[in-house]
């Protein structure tokens, strides 16, 4: 089992940058599928990316292709979400989230994953 403890949100104006992590303890990351998913208000869940979830290793949502890159540091043990060009769209609570190893043909499933952080809230707004 990990626990996950995320952080790094906050507000940003559009076309700004920001960076979550996501720390793990009592396991190593380096073991798990990654991922990162956030919720808008009145939506549903939403996968962004996950990585060690696909054949390709990586997989991201199209909203975010070209935006975003997930990425872990093993000696850190911990997992980060680089956000580029933020849009008013992109404001959501953000997971992070860790699971079995895989080549899911729905990497960016939720139920894929079992073990969750807290959520961090991102706002993009001017």
Do not use: H
Request: proline share 3%.
């Amino acid at each position: 089992q990990v626990q996950l403890v995320e952080s790094g949100g906050g507000l940003v104006q559009p076309g700004g940058s920001l960076t979550l992590s996501c720390t793990a303890s009592g396991s190593t990351l380096d073991y798990y599928a990654i991922g990162w998913f956030r919720q808008a208000p009145g939506k549903e869940r939403e996968g962004v990316s996950c990585s060690s979830c696909t054949a390709g290793s990586t997989d991201y949502a199209d909203s975010v292709k070209g935006r975003f890159t997930i990425s872990r540091d093993n000696a850190k043990n911990t997992m980060y979400l680089q956000m580029n060009s933020l849009k008013p769209e992109d404001t959501a609570v953000y997971y992070c989230a860790a699971g079995k190893r895989g080549s899911y043909y729905y990497p960016l499933e939720a139920r894929n994953y079992d073990y969750w952080g807290q959520g961090t809230q991102v706002t993009v707004s001017s």
